[in-house]
């Protein structure tokens, strides 16, 4: 059974940075896609940032480019997501995902992903 859990969220003033990480059992990140997903109170749930089974390719919605970094540690079984600058807007629920896919691209589609973890809250103060 695959299990993921978040944890790295937090409250942070604007312009901080966070690391989110995802820890996995179950399952190992380096041969699967991963996805870092956020949902907002009253707004649908969005990929911010995916990586290939491979690592070959990643995916950054254009709100967070240049300043998220997506990122796996092999030997952990971990999954980060490292925000840099954040915003007020950025502050969300966020999930990591994988699949039991290994879909050629990063994928950024909820549907491709098929386990999830409880997600961990990031409130960004102005």
């Known amino acids: 059974q695959v299990q993921l859990v978040e944890s790295g969220g937090g409250l942070v003033q604007a312009g901080g940075s966070l690391r989110l990480s995802c820890a996995a059992s179950?399952?190992?990140?380096?041969?699967?896609?991963v996805g870092w997903f956020r949902q907002a109170p009253g707004k649908e749930r969005e990929c911010v940032a995916a990586l290939a089974w491979d690592g070959a390719t990643t995916y950054y919605t254009d709100s967070v480019k240049g300043r998220f970094t997506i990122s796996r540690d092999s030997a952990k079984n971990t999954v980060y997501l490292q925000m840099n600058s954040l915003k007020p807007e950025d502050a969300a629920v966020y999930y990591c995902a994988t699949s039991r896919t290994r879909f050629s691209l990063a994928r950024r589609t909820q549907s491709d992903y098929d386990y999830w973890g409880q997600g961990t809250q990031v409130t960004v103060s102005s």
């Open positions: 179950g399952r190992t990140f380096t041969s699967y896609p």
